[in-house]
């Protein structure tokens, strides 16, 4: 091929779009690579920080920006995409940000920065966008479309908001896959070998486990279990925690209510957690963290060793194991018959950590994987193969749904439809009847969850059938089909049995953005 023929043609990526960082990667010459920035960097904050005008700034740069201007850098963001406003996680993420969070018109979390108010996936746009450029810098040509990864526990409001950034950001969405299967993907490249592979991805946020079976061209996901309270951000509040009663001890004061110290030490702990995977022992200084009842400044100068971060950590690390049987029993498998085991996200580069999944399964975690990039690297390689259209030789990919997708039904009970870990595409019908004479609609409420309690789970939404025969209780009756794409995406129909009229169903009361808003959004139409 030649240099002019690369230059203008579409480029497809895969982008790994992180909590804390995003890396975008592409097939070339049939290798996979990741692209960096002109300053050689690979991986990239997903920080955005505001205050340049309708413009904004985003990565390295923006990450700058999070020690003088915190209440204009969002961070995390993705923690809040597809969230209802009224979720325990958005009280947790209110007590975490300096930004603020505020209610959107569908009841969704929004961000809230100088007065303005942007819904998640405008801001999520910005780091795709950043990671677009990247790309296009890298390689001189033009990036179309891409293979983007969410965790794998990502419900379908997550997932849908995260299509819609990309559509904000102008690329095309080949796939959303889920990101431990990518892992297995770019650790498949070139292998192969039939075996089961266990994926063990703990990040700042979240955690998930994965098993698979690869076979030559096939990647089959057996089950998938996750927490998503459980992550590094919880191994930072137990150092924290530690600190803090030290302090609070020391000086007989409580700082429970003040913010600016508990974020200092949080960040004090973050880094000493990282420092402590490369050295035995670490020292914490956090200079003015408060004043003390006499108005005196108080300093923080301790040290941790490892034995004593361990000590703090180590029932979280407990945690995920629960998670991992858990998995290992839907896939029906023992340890004994996993032959690889992966580790992804930044968290497991916590040599506890590693141990402990070590100890487990009986063997070494795979040493030649890169956890920052290789989610990155596996979804590139999917969007090689999707662009190809048909590619004899491309990795065949068979997803599961990680959540139960249920209807309500009276006493505010859940009745499951599509059990978690079915095997993606699937669909599943229920017929439903009137419970009255001469009722003319019924409304079906959609959950996503594991919960037989309706509180429990997450609402994706409800809808109305109506234009229904007025006639006897239980005489009309309409099939609704729901089913989950490729992208583990819901979509719902529906057919009443007596006319065979096909109904356009439009879930409302979801979260997610309108086709409409998601147009007004694009950064075109704000002038960028
Ligand atoms: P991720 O979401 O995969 O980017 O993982 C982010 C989490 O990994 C954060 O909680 C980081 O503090 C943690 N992390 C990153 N690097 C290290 C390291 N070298 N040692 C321990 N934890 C780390």
Known sequence: MSDEVTRTEELTVGIDLGTSNSVVAIVRDGEPVVLADEAGNRTHPSVVAFGYGSATVVGHRARQQLTYAPENTVYSAKRLIGRRYSSEVVERMKRMVSWGITEGPHGDARIRVQGKVWAVPEVSARVLSHMKEIAEHATGGKVGSAVITVPAYFNDHQRQATRDAAAIAGLKVLRIINEPTAAALAYGFGRERRQHVAVYDLGGGTFDMTVLRMEPGIYEVLSTSGDTFLGGDDFDAAIADWLRAQVEKQHSIDLSDNHTARTKLRDAAERAKIALSALPAVEIRVPSLARDKQGHGIAVHTRIDRMQALELV???IQRT??????????????????????????????PAVAEAVGRYFGKEPVGSINPDEVVAVGAAIQAHSLAQGFDPEAAVLLDVTPQTLGVGTVGGFVEPLIPRNTAIPTDASKVFH????NQTEVRIKVFQGESRMQADNELLGH???DGLRPAPRGECRVKVTFSIDADGIVHVAAIDQESGRAQEITIEASSNLSREEVQKMKFADLGF
């Open 321 to 350: 194991f629960v998670v991992v049987d858990d998995a290992l029993s839907q896939a029906g498998l023992s340890t004994a018959q996993i032959d690889a085991v992966l580790l992804v996200g930044g968290m497991t580069r916590f």
């Open 463 to 465: 809808f109305v059938l």
């Open 314 to 316: 180590m029932p979280l």
């Open 434 to 437: 009137t419970a009255q004479d």
